[in-house]
């Protein structure tokens, strides 16, 4: 079982930045694919970014390549989103979610366990 901790949340205005963290338990996290997805709204749940178990390999979303970064730190177990140049289209709830397969890393049903979420609010 792994639990999944979210934070770094908040209000931000719009071309403003925030850092998210998310705190995993597993005892072997270096052995797992992570993302972060982020719902808003009346919305699906929508893939945001993806890391590979060590780092090495990063899949962004078109909506946020450029402005968006994930990081790891396995030997914290943790991973991190740093979001630059936020817009208010960003706001939604951010969620943290790892996976130990080989599926598609965009989809939500690749993954495993999932955090509750930190809300990011982006006013304009």
């Known amino acids: 079982q792994v639990q999944l901790v979210e934070s770094g949340g908040g209000l931000v205005q719009a071309g403003g930045s925030l850092r998210l963290s998310c705190a995993a338990s597993?005892?072997?996290?270096?052995?797992?694919?992570m993302g972060w997805f982020r719902q808003a709204p009346g919305k699906e749940r929508e893939f945001v970014v993806a890391?590979?178990?060590?780092?090495?390999?990063?899949y962004y979303a078109d909506s946020v390549k450029g402005r968006f970064t994930i990081s790891r730190d396995n030997a914290k177990k943790m991973v991190y989103l740093q979001m630059n140049s936020l817009r208010p289209e960003d706001t939604a709830v951010y969620y943290c979610?790892?996976?130990?397969?080989?599926?598609?890393?965009?989809?939500?049903?690749?993954?495993?366990?999932w955090g509750q979420g930190t809300q990011v609010t982006v006013s304009s």
């Open positions: 979610a790892a996976s130990l397969g080989t599926g598609r890393a965009f989809l939500p049903r690749a993954y495993d366990y």
């Open positions: 597993a005892r072997t996290f270096s052995s797992y694919n």
């Open positions: 890391i590979n178990w060590s780092g090495g390999s990063t």
